[in-house]
Each structure stands twice: as structure tokens, then as C-alpha cells.
Antibody, heavy 121, light 108 residues
Framework: QVQLQESGPGLVKPSQTLSLTCGVS??????????WSWIRQPPGKGLEWIGN???????YYNPSLKSRLTISIDTSTNHFSLRLTSVTAADTAVFFC??????????????WGNGTTVTVS | ENVLTQSPGTLSLSPGERATLSCRAS???????LDWYQQRPGQAPRLLIY???NRAAGIPDRFSGSGSGTDFTLTISRLEPEDFAVYYC?????????FGQGTTVEIK
């Protein structure tokens, strides 16, 4: 079955760029009916959708982050990435990657990575 | 933005009891685009219900979802010890996709 694994630095300095990668194993990132998503969760708080990408390269960003955000995909290595610029302490969170499945008109996040903690300090 | 408001914030129940969790959207939402997730401490969220009422693979039938328009409900018919967790509703019908703030189901 498909598994996802986030990786990247756990500590980023304010004003710098946060970069994370999500590796996809057990399946192809180039599935037509799959989108690939980033979600974050600040300490002790709820979930925030960051954005999605399709293997075609189409991206869908949360408007609140759009000016600082780039999500990219590499089908040759089966991973996708997040880049968030000009970070502040408010960007400190656990970052999750997830697969979004599109099926019979529904979208749902059915596979999640374990999450990686990023602290901005 | 379609804001999702969950109630109650915390539900204190005993194993074996029935749990009813509410999710209200600020704008009407197609039932196709309302999902529910469970998150246990220190873990990633897990998909429970998609499209308002469809159980995800491997989810026990004590979990059920219903609703339409702006009002949606997740029901756990008989709470098992592993069901004490935080539950989030999420909409993917309009951008940005949004989550409710969560309902904590705790042991009474």
C-alpha cells in the first residue's frame, strides 16, 4: 500500500525558507486520480490545509499562504516538495503530507505521512 | 472561505455510550465534499468518513455520518476505548479547503 514520509530540517531561522519533501512509496505519484497535499498543525491547535499538487503540475494553494508558497513534484523520483519563504514563528508546526484521492466525485485524504515538526526560531 | 464550526468542543462520555458530533458550515456545501478525520495524540489524522456518509476502508460500522447543506453529523454508536480522540470535519468543496477546529471525545 502507498506510504508517505516527510523529511526536512526541524529548525529554520526567521525570515528564511522552509523546505520539506514527501517521499511516496508503494505506488506511483503519477496516478491520474491522486493529488498530493500538504497540511500543517501548529502546536496544540487544529489542522490547516496548505495546498495540493497533481502529477500534471497543476497546483492549488491556500490563498493565505500563496505569496510565500511553492509546491512542486518530481515524478522521476516519486516525491513532492513544499517551499515556504519568509517564515516567522507563526509557521512553527507539524507538517503532514497526504494523498488526496478523487473517486466518484469525492475528494478525500486517505493516506497520511507521520508528520515532521518544524520550529522557526 | 467556508468556515466549519464544530460542537461541542469537548464531549465527555463513557465507553459504550453514543457520541454525536456536529459540524456546521458557514456556506452551504455539497454532501460530496464533507469528510471526517480522527486524530489520536501524537499521530497523523486518519480518514473516517468521506462524502458525508461513506466509511473509509477498514473503518468499523459504529462510525456513521449524515447531513446536508450546512449541518453535518458524525455519530459513534458505541464508544470503544480507542475512539477517545480528536475529530475534525473538513470541506473540499471550495478553496481554501478548511477544517473545523476539532471536537475532543474524552473519557468521562
Amino acid at each position: 500500500q502507498v506510504q508517505l514520509q516527510e523529511s526536512g530540517p526541524g529548525l529554520v531561522k526567521p525570515s528564511q525558507t522552509l523546505s520539506l519533501t514527501c517521499g511516496v512509496s508503494g505506488g506511483s505519484i503519477s496516478s491520474t486520480d491522486s493529488y498530493w497535499s500538504w497540511i500543517r498543525q501548529p502546536p496544540g491547535k487544529g489542522l490547516e490545509w496548505i495546498g495540493n499538487i497533481h502529477y500534471s503540475g497543476n497546483t492549488y494553494y491556500n490563498p493565505s499562504l500563496k505569496s510565500r508558497l511553492t509546491i512542486s513534484i518530481d515524478t522521476s523520483t516519486n516525491h513532492f516538495s513544499l517551499r515556504l519563504t519568509s517564515v516567522t514563528a507563526a509557521d512553527t508546526a507539524v507538517f503532514f503530507c497526504a494523498r488526496v484521492t478523487y473517486s466518484s466525485g469525492h475528494y478525500y485524504m486517505d493516506v497520511w505521512g507521520n508528520g515532521t515538526t518544524v520550529t522557526v526560531s | 472561505e467556508n468556515v466549519l464550526t464544530q460542537s461541542p468542543g469537548t464531549l465527555s462520555l463513557s465507553p459504550g455510550e453514543r457520541a454525536t458530533l456536529s459540524c456546521r458550515a458557514s456556506h452551504s456545501l455539497s454532501s460530496y465534499y464533507l469528510d471526517w478525520y480522527q486524530q489520536r495524540p501524537g499521530q497523523a489524522p486518519r480518514l473516517l468518513i468521506y462524502g458525508t456518509s461513506n466509511r473509509a476502508a477498514g473503518i468499523p460500522d459504529r462510525f456513521s455520518g449524515s447531513g446536508s447543506g450546512t449541518d453535518f453529523t458524525l455519530t459513534i454508536s458505541r464508544l470503544e476505548p480507542e475512539d477517545f480522540a480528536v475529530y475534525y470535519c473538513q470541506q473540499c468543496g471550495s478553496s481554501p479547503w478548511t477544517f473545523g477546529q476539532g471536537t475532543t471525545v474524552e473519557i468521562k
